[in-house]
C-alpha cells in the first residue's frame, strides 16, 4: 500500500478555521470545508489524506477527550463519515492521527480510571514532557492496550486506512507490538505510522510492529543542505536513508504541521528544488497542505506558536493566490513524474557525486533507472528516467 501511497497531509482544526484556544471552541460540522479540496489533491497527484487530531480535544486535538468522538468544532460522525466515503469515491486513503501517549489533564479518565494514568512518586498524574494540560497513559497497564486497539478497530470499521501515531518514539515498543499484531490480526492491511524523530528507525520499526516512520533526518537534512548550501549533508542523509528503505519504506517529507514551512526556511525557488527531492527519493511522500503553494510560517516556541503552520485554506482551491502557481506547477510536475515511474518509491539509491553545490544519485529498480542532479548553482533538479526528463527550477 505504501509504495503507491502519495499523502496530502492536512491539519484540519486550521485548515477549517475552528477555534483553538476558546474552551471545546464553537460546534459546527466544519469538516465538510475539506471536501472542497479532495478534488485539488487528486489533481496534484496524492492518493490519501493524512489527517492530525479529528477527536474531540480541549484546544490543539493532541490533548484528547474522547477517542470515540468527532471534535464537535469539526462536525460528528456523520461528517467523517461523509468525508471517509468522499475520499473512497476519489481512489484515497485515510489515516488518522492517534494520540496515545497521553490524554488532556480533564479527560474523564484521570479521574474515572486512574489505572490508565502513569503517575509520579507522589501520586500526582505525571505530565508528557513539561506540559502541565497532558497527562501520560500508563503504558504498562494491559487496559491501556485494550483500550487502543478498541478505538483504533472502531474507526477501521467506519473505513480509515490507518493510523498516524503520535510520539511514536515516547511509548515502549512493546506496547505498540502488542496493540500492532491485534489490530492487524482484524485489519491485516492497516497502516502504522510511527512519530519518530531520531535513532535506529528500523529498529524501532521492527520491534514495534509498524509499517514506517516519519524520516526526520532526510527532512532536516533537505532544509538544512539547501539553506546553506552544504549538499555534502544530504549527501550523507541519502546515504542513510537508502539504509532505512532496505528494511522498511519511510514515510518522507519536507514539511509537516510542527515544522517551519519549507519555503520559509529556503526561499519559493528552492523550495521547488525541495520538492524534486522529496519526490526523487525512495519512501511514502507526504506534501504538507500549502506547501504546494508556496506558503510561508515560522514555528515559534510559545504559546500559539503553531498558528502560523497551521493555517485556514480558502473556501476552495478557485480562491488561491496566483502567486503559488509557479511552485504549484513544480509539484504536479514532480508527482506526475513520480507516478509514471512508480518504481521511485521502493528501488534502491545511490549518491553518485557529490559537492557543496551539486550533488547526482541514481535509482534502480531491476533494469530500470533513473539519474538525477541536483544543481544549486543553475537552480536546477533535473531527473532522466527512460526516455522522459524532468526538470525543475531554472
Request: aromatic share 8%; glycine share 8%.
Amino acid at each position: 500500500m505504501l509504495e503507491h501511497a502519495i499523502w496530502w497531509h492536512v491539519y484540519p482544526l486550521g485548515a477549517v478555521g475552528a477555534p483553538i484556544r476558546t474552551e471545546h471552541g464553537d460546534p459546527a460540522p466544519r469538516l465538510r470545508r475539506l471536501e472542497a479540496w479532495l478534488d485539488y489533491a487528486v489533481e496534484l497527484g496524492c492518493n490519501g489524506l493524512l489527517l492530525n487530531p479529528v477527536f474531540a480535544s480541549v484546544s490543539h486535538g493532541y490533548d484528547t477527550l474522547d477517542y470515540y468522538r468527532v471534535d464537535p468544532r469539526l462536525g460528528d460522525d456523520a461528517d467523517l463519515d461523509r468525508l471517509i466515503a468522499q475520499c473512497r469515491d476519489r481512489g484515497m486513503l485515510i489515516v488518522l492521527d492517534g494520540v496515545f501517549n497521553h490524554v488532556a489533564r480533564e479527560h474523564p479518565w484521570v479521574l474515572a480510571r486512574p489505572d490508565l494514568i502513569a503517575h509520579d512518586d507522589d501520586g500526582v498524574p505525571r505530565a508528557w514532557e513539561g506540559h502541565d494540560s497532558l497527562v501520560e497513559l500508563d503504558h504498562a497497564n494491559p487496559a491501556v492496550a485494550d483500550l487502543v486497539v478498541d478505538i483504533m478497530g472502531h474507526w477501521l470499521r467506519r473505513g480509515i486506512a490507518g493510523w498516524r501515531l503520535d510520539v511514536a518514539y515516547a511509548v515502549p515498543a512493546a506496547f505498540w507490538r502488542d496493540v500492532t499484531s491485534r489490530v492487524s490480526a482484524e485489519f491485516p492491511e492497516t497502516v502504522f505510522l510511527g512519530e519518530v524523530i531520531h535513532g535506529d528507525y528500523p529498529a524501532f520499526v521492527a520491534d514495534a510492529g509498524l509499517t514506517t516512520v516519519t524520516q526526520y533526518e532526510l527532512w532536516k537534512a533537505i532544509w538544512s543542505s539547501l539553506k546553506d548550501t552544504n549538499l555534502w549533508e544530504l549527501a550523507h542523509a541519502i546515504e542513510r536513508h537508502a539504509a532505512f528503505c532496505r528494511s522498511f519504506l519511510p514515510q518522507t517529507f519536507v514539511g509537516n504541521h510542527d515544522v517551519t514551512r519549507i519555503a520559509s526556511l529556503v526561499g519559493s525557488a528552492r523550495a521547488a528544488l525541495a520538492a524534486g527531492i522529496l519526490m526523487l527519493l525512495p519512501g511514502s511522500p507526504s506534501v504538507y497542505y500549502g506547501d504546494e503553494q508556496g506558503y510561508a510560517g515560522i514555528k515559534r516556541d510559545e504559546l500559539g506558536g503553531d498558528d502560523d503552520v497551521r493555517p485556514l485554506l480558502p473556501p476552495s482551491p478557485a480562491d488561491l493566490s496566483p502567486l503559488g502557481a509557479p511552485i504549484h506547477q513544480a509539484y504536479r510536475d514532480a508527482i506526475g513524474f513520480r507516478r509514471r515511474h512508480p518504481w521511485l518509491a521502493s528501488g534502491a539509491v545511490e549518491v553518485t557525486a557529490r559537492a557543496n553545490e551539486r550533488l547526482a544519485w541514481r535509482i534502480t529498480a531491476g533494469e530500470q533507472a533513473c539519474d538525477v542532479v541536483l544543481d544549486l548553482t543553475a537552480g536546477t533538479l533535473v531527473a532522466v528516467a527512460a526516455d522522459e526528463t524532468l526538470t525543475i527550477g531554472a
